[in-house]
């Protein structure tokens, strides 16, 4: 089992950057897929990004390539999101998740995803 907190959320103006962290606890972080979700009011839970449980994949939805940047530190038990180049649009609820463990395709959907922290909020202005 994983427990897992965000942080890093905040205020930021349009073309501002932000990087989130979640930290996870037990010693078993480093064989988890991890993901981070964003969830905008009134709106279903995406996924925003994923890495597979050693860094060797990962997956960005379309809108955030070239802007977001997930990456993990399986020493500190942290996976992070970079995020560059916001616009409001990237106004939302992030949460990170765990999902599978050891294996080389990263998880896409929610239901793959069986330890989730409670969110951290990103509110970008225009």
């Known amino acids: 089992q994983v427990q897992l907190v965000e942080s890093g959320g905040g205020l930021v103006q349009a073309g501002g950057s932000l990087r989130l962290s979640c930290a996870a606890s037990?010693?078993?972080?480093?064989?988890?897929?991890m993901g981070w979700f964003r969830q905008a009011p009134g709106k279903e839970r995406d996924i925003v990004a994923a890495?597979?449980?050693?860094?060797?994949?990962?997956y960005y939805t379309d809108s955030v390539k070239g802007r977001f940047t997930i990456s993990r530190d399986n020493v500190r038990n942290t996976v992070y999101l970079r995020m560059i180049s916001l616009n409001p649009e990237d106004t939302a609820i992030y949460f990170c998740?765990?999902?599978?463990?050891?294996?080389?395709?990263?998880?896409?959907?929610?239901?793959?995803?069986?330890?989730w922290g409670q969110g951290t909020q990103v509110i970008v202005s225009s």
């Open positions: 037990g010693r078993s972080f480093g064989s988890y897929n």
């Open positions: 998740a765990a999902g599978s463990r050891l294996t080389s395709i990263v998880d896409l959907r929610p239901l793959q995803y069986p330890y």
């Open positions: 890495i597979t449980w050693n860094g060797g994949a990962t």
